[in-house]
């Protein structure tokens, strides 16, 4: 076994490492543990990239304690795997970067390391979710995610930001329930818990028709619990609160991440454990194309109707991970390439909004109402102007990431009967909607300055570190969307070997 | 007649009916989290009950003896019972600690009260 190979597992034990060895130190130095963690953790992501796609069969399985299948633990590594890790990596690098201001103002002296320290959980959840080959060990890092960010959350103690926590840690141990339950039934059914293992068993029991009921079920319980943590539609009720109230970097995470992790996650069962035909044939990929369409929708409806700059971020969220949903209803390769490019995309564009509002509305004190952030951008220029690029991308304007996935869904949608207008439609829609509070939102922070509120100018000097990594984001965002086709290409080959990996 | 054949999972289904309920629609936030236990026991009832094979032997071979694997119950559903149990704890944990800072903050359990105080916190700002 090569060297390389070892490499997903040191991630996830160096990321726990990392957390319990940042109990030791204050919180800025226990910031420098985690930039440490990100950084080798890219590197080791990179390197399974680079060695998949040149040595072998694109993809490997590392077998825990060296004990086979079904008794061992398995973490697996093709294309994609890594590659989320990365996205997820370099989101969270520059997250924490970003919103590093903001959470030392946030966030008490005596807690800082906290976050940092459910930085690194956060983290070691999420590689693990993209890298197990094992349903129940996905299950506890779930739950691992779950108090990673919820604890993200709490950190702010203001009123608002725990009763934020709460309504949060009820959707997700709600989502937690059904997800164990599913996995539950779905191991009394096939004796197996092994992604490998599962997708034979499930094949096997499909094709004679036997247990067909029990599996659907079991299969919804799991699809419905891990969609509740994801914010589909109408789970979607504690992204505005979540989203809003924590802090800005937090916001980045858990809005650019932790729920893509989920998402993933649902990606990788769908694929690897029920596979595309059981996953068509049991229809519920109509509920859940359904839901897509109807978040997709709804999610910008509540965005107009949002009381602040954040909350209609948020709001936003729960409409662009209805784009995902729907390209998994779609069930097509072409429209789950169009799901995973949609995932990068909000990655990529969501924490740039968090950011950018945020250095918005310091410039007002702090507060996030539309009223107080009016004109805001002509007083920090570069949060305005990332801010503009970020909604530029959220409504789907070529040249930017936004608009890649958009296309991919449109053209993925035909010879789908009644499904095509509906997709098409829900697009048209959508767009329109996005671009009624994002232009509504960008035209306003350049409005010529009015009302009398006390305002202070933030350039890029005294807010160095800040500018740059939302610069850095929006070029991110714009050499993705200008450079999109290698993606694309990435992505098929990454859905091709998820195929070959069973 | 179902049913009373397979008494734990009935059991644990109506266990996971009454958590589920407790964690949804109680008012009180202690309520909810003890909801959540019950839900988690029925969850964890569930599973052991289906590794529960009657008259097989525990699951610990010993030193000298029988060492034939189809006198044992199945021991996997033990062992993620017992993981599942850890996680439970955990989150429990975090609830609780959730509770006391919510309690601490709004000197009541009740989360309609708490979202009422909340609103209005922020309508004052």
């Not at chain 1, 910008?300 to 971020?313: D, R, T, Y």
Request: aromatic residues 12%.
């Amino acid at each position: 076994m090569e060297f390389i190979q070892n490499f997903p597992f040191i991630t996830i034990v160096l990321s726990l490492i990392c957390s319990i060895v940042a109990f030791g130190f204050k919180g800025k130095n226990a910031r420098f543990i985690t930039y440490f963690l990100l950084i080798s953790s890219a590197i080791m992501s990179i390197s399974v990239i680079v060695y998949n796609s040149t040595v072998g069969d694109g993809y490997f399985v590392y077998r825990m304690g060296h004990y086979d299948a079904p008794i061992g633990n398995e973490i697996s590594a093709g294309f994609l795997e890594p590659f989320f890790a990365l996205l997820f990596e370099i989101i969270i690098f520059l997250s924490i970067t970003g919103g590093s201001r903001k959470i030392f103002e946030d966030i008490k002296e005596s807690k800082h390391k906290f976050f940092y320290i459910m930085v690194n959980l956060a983290h070691a959840a999420l590689i693990a979710l993209s890298y197990t080959n094992d349903i129940f060990t996905a299950y506890v890092f779930i739950e691992i995610c779950t108090i990673a960010s919820c604890s993200l959350l709490m950190l702010r103690s203001s009123g608002k930001s725990l009763v934020a926590a709460t309504r949060y840690m009820i959707f997700s141990l709600i989502g937690s329930a059904f997800t164990l339950i599913g996995i539950i039934l779905l191991y009394s059914i096939t004796g197996h818990l092994l992604f490998p293992q599962l997708y034979s068993t499930l094949q096997t029991l499909w094709e004679t028709g036997s247990y067909t009921m029990p599996l659907t079920i079991s299969l919804g319980l799991l699809i419905c619990g891990l969609a509740i943590k994801s914010g589909l539609f109408p789970f979607h009720l504690w992204m505005p609160d979540t989203y809003g109230t924590a802090t800005p970097a937090a916001s980045g995470i858990l809005s650019g991440v932790i729920s893509k992790g989920y998402i993933f996650l649902l990606f990788k069962i769908i694929y690897r454990v029920i596979s595309v035909e059981i996953f068509l044939d049991s229809g519920i990929h109509y509920l859940i194309f359904v839901l897509g369409i109807l978040g997709m929708i709804f999610g910008s409806v509540s965005a107009i109707n949002a009381k602040n700059i954040n909350f209609m971020i948020a709001f936003s969220s729960a409409a662009q991970i209805g784009y995902i949903y729907m390209g998994l209803g779609l069930g097509t390769t072409a429209a789950l390439v169009a799901a995973l490019f949609q995932i990068t995309s909000h990655a990529l564009t969501k924490p740039l909004l968090f950011l950018s509002a945020s250095g918005l509305s310091q410039t007002v004190s702090g507060k996030q109402g539309f009223s107080a952030i009016a004109s805001t951008g002509h007083n920090n220029k570069i949060a305005g102007l990332t801010f503009g690029a970020g909604a530029l991308s959220m409504i789907g304007i070529p040249v930017f990431v936004g608009f890649v996935p958009k296309l991919l869904f449109g053209m993925s949608a035909f010879d789908h009967g009644i499904r095509t207008y509906l997709v098409l439609i829900a697009l048209a829609i959508s767009t329109i909607l996005n671009v009624v509070y994002f232009l509504r939102t960008t035209i306003n922070i350049f409005a010529s300055p009015k009302s009398n509120i006390k305002r202070k100018n933030i350039t890029f000097k005294q807010a160095k570190v800040f500018s740059v990594v939302v610069i850095l984001m929006t070029a991110i965002n714009v050499g993705v969307g200008l450079h999109s086709q290698p993606l694309i290409s990435f992505f098929e080959k990454g859905i091709e070997i998820f195929s070959t990996m069973r | 007649m179902n049913l009373l054949i397979n008494y734990e999972e009935a059991t644990s289904m109506i266990l996971f009916a009454i958590g589920f309920t407790m964690l949804v629609f109680s008012k009180n936030i202690l309520k909810k989290i003890m909801g959540l236990n019950i839900m988690d026991t029925g969850i964890y009832l569930f599973l052991a009950s289906m590794g529960y094979i009657e008259n097989k032997l525990t699951p610990i071979v010993p030193s000298t003896g029988n060492v034939n694997a189809s006198d044992y119950i199945n021991p996997i559903p033990t062992g993620l019972v017992l993981t599942g149990i850890v996680v439970s704890v955990s989150v429990s944990a975090l609830m609780l600690a959730l509770t006391i800072k919510l309690y601490k903050k709004f000197h009541t359990l009740n989360l309609d009260e708490i979202y009422e105080k909340c609103n209005k916190e922020e309508d004052d700002e």
